[in-house]
């Protein structure tokens, strides 16, 4: 439900006021209640966004606020110390929910009803400010991610887009938090349950029995609880990009661990995309905080400057500053993806310490043609503050490869107890006889770990890109397709 407002006839001299539709702010009240967000205790993953938001834009203050009633209530506020709330008119925040888009005052003493908002007209002296919406699915805005400055300013459209990303990761942990309360919720009245139950009973065979009941009950909830999680690190579905294909797998190592492998792939400025694999180091929840903190500063990062070790490089400085990353590192290749006028793609790779990416094409010999994607130099990422990456560019053309993994898949064992390495995955894929377009060359890999006599011992991710041959598809055109083979065995169907 999108909530609907109307303009006051304003003063002379003052642009008209939107204010709220009673019925749509009813409902848009209820939906503030139903995410039990208010007067909730700082949390790190809502700080976090405001600090970022804070680096991104270069401002002294950036803040989270949920709009009640009668009052702006600051989840987060970054250089804003000492204040909790303030009331709601004169609002900024209470202005800007009343949009469907970004809402920028690039002068506030210019702007009458912000004007007289007491952050621009006490002490802190407000001039620029903006905010973007945080929308719920049904359409209602409980509040926003603001920005604001002591001196006028302007922003690009790219700089509204980021904010607005920055106000979805605010709503995806909202979501999760409201998910993980009615989990918790649940299951206190479970045990309470099951606590009367036994009390009720006081038999040892009664005993026994629940007690078993409620070790796999348990089981099954940390499964479960695993699974919602890693589904929320991975990416639902690979887009579809004109001229490429694309296929993914990923598989977990253990039903009740989230594993620390990730990936995604993501469209950029005009006609730019953007691709990255990695791998967190550990498993579990702390493995899991990092996961999410790389792929989302990847994404944001990409989105200011695409350049491949520039985007590494924030990464790098992210983990390094970020207490909750604690001394985790992780390791990644990132690449850009840039159309070419005669077909295929100009392709850059950056490397953090991950093993090769493998350059494939058939040749004239039945077999397949493979080079190793190893830029030089390319170190940890999240390990060290003076941390070198390195990245290399190359042409992927009609009927060429682009093949990424993590070290699960290396370091699996074969039958003679060995690890697979660089150089069995090497002549793996160099002997291969089907066609090298991204979905054969997952389908091979994931045949290959089947054939092992333990499959892999760690988590596994595969991402291969490739470019058909025009004959391949309909008229002679290359068709934008991609095969999304990433809900882990472990977790969900396997494709």
């Not at 204040?83 to 690039?106: E, F, H, K, N, Y």
């Not at 908002?117 to 407000?126: H, I, R, Y």
Request: hydrophobic share 45%; glycine share 8%.
């Amino acid at each position: 439900m999108v909530q609907q407002a109307s303009a006051t006839d304003p003063a002379p001299g003052r642009r008209p006021e939107l204010v709220p539709d009673p019925d749509a702010e009813a409902a848009r009240i209820a939906a503030v209640r139903r995410y039990d967000i208010l007067d909730t205790p700082p949390d790190g993953a809502f700080d976090r966004v405001a600090a970022m938001a804070a680096r991104l834009f270069d401002v002294p203050v950036a803040t989270v606020t949920i709009v009640d009633t009668d009052r702006i209530w600051f989840k987060a506020a970054h250089g804003l110390e000492g204040v909790a709330q303030i009331g709601r008119d004169p609002g900024l925040c209470g202005s800007a929910i009343l949009r469907d888009d970004t809402m920028v005052i690039p002068d506030t003493l210019q702007d009458p009803v912000a004007a007289d908002n007491p952050l621009v007209a006490g002490e802190m002296g407000v001039r620029f400010y903006a905010a973007a919406p945080i929308t719920t699915p049904d359409g209602h805005r409980l509040g926003t991610v603001n920005i604001l400055d002591t001196r006028p300013r302007s922003i690009t459209e790219e700089d509204t887009a980021t904010l607005a990303d920055l106000a979805a990761i605010v709503l995806d942990e909202m979501e999760l938090r409201l998910s993980a309360l009615h989990a918790l919720r649940n299951e206190q009245a479970r045990r309470e349950a099951e606590r009367q139950h036994a009390e009720a009973e006081r038999a040892r065979a009664e005993a026994e029995r629940a007690a078993r009941e409620k070790a796999e009950q348990d089981k099954a909830a940390i499964a479960a609880f695993a699974s919602t999680l890693q589904r929320t690190l991975l990416p639902p579905a690979l887009p579809a990009v004109p001229g490429l294909e694309l296929a993914c797998h990923y598989r977990t190592a253990s039903a009740h661990d989230v594993g620390g492998d990730f990936y995604d792939a993501f469209p950029l400025d005009g006609d730019r995309w953007a691709f990255f694999l990695g791998d967190v180091c550990g498993k579990g929840p702390e493995a899991a905080t990092v996961t999410a903190l790389a792929r989302h500063t990847l994404r944001t990062a990409a989105q200011i400057n695409a350049d491949p070790v520039t985007v590494l490089s924030a990464l790098n400085t992210m983990l390094l500053t970020d207490v909750t990353a604690g001394r985790r590192f992780c390791t990644v290749l990132f690449g850009l993806l840039e159309p070419r006028e005669d077909g295929g793609f100009t392709v850059t790779v950056a490397a953090g310490g991950h093993p090769p990416a493998y350059h494939l094409r058939p040749d004239d010999s039945d077999a397949v043609w493979v080079r190793a994607v190893r830029p030089e130099g390319g170190m940890l990422v999240g390990a060290f503050p003076e941390a070198h990456f390195a990245q290399t560019t190359f042409s992927l053309t009609a009927g060429e490869s682009l093949f990424l993994y993590t070290d699960g898949l290396i370091e699996a064992r074969t039958t003679e107890g060995a690890m697979l390495g660089d150089n069995g995955l090497t002549g793996f894929l160099h002997q291969r006889t089907g066609p090298v377009t991204a979905p054969s060359l997952v389908e091979d890999c994931i045949t290959l770990l089947a054939s092992l006599p333990d499959g892999a011992g760690d988590d596994v991710a595969l991402l291969a890109l490739s470019v058909p041959h025009p004959n391949t598809t309909p008229d002679g055109g290359i068709a934008a397709t991609a095969h999304t083979a990433a809900a882990p065995e472990h977790i969900g169907q396997e494709r």
